[in-house]
């Protein structure tokens, strides 16, 4: 498993385009992803989860990784998130 700590610098925060972005992205690994925000650890592949996480602009999310290909979903979710989720 690998994880990393990452700040959403969204003006809206992970709102329904952003978070279907980060959702359709981890779906296309194998590995289970997810993220921790506040108490609540959120499945990243879920829109669901991931809208009611209410993930603002300048929170900090703890991203998990684990799976075989956990160390690219990690450097391409964390790219996507450090460049904005196409915001």
Request: charged share 25%; aromatic share 4%.
């Amino acid at each position: 498993m690998v994880q990393r700590e990452l700040k959403i610098d969204n003006l809206t925060g992970l709102h329904l385009r952003p978070a279907g972005v980060l959702c359709n992205t981890a779906s296309a690994f194998s590995s289970r992803i997810t993220f921790k925000h506040g108490n609540s650890l959120v499945n990243a592949k879920s829109v669901l989860s991931v809208l009611g996480a209410q993930v603002k602009n300048g929170d900090e999310i703890e991203l998990y990784c684990e799976g075989d290909d956990e160390e690219e979903a990690m450097r391409v979710i964390s790219d996507l998130i450090e460049n904005g989720l196409g915001e």
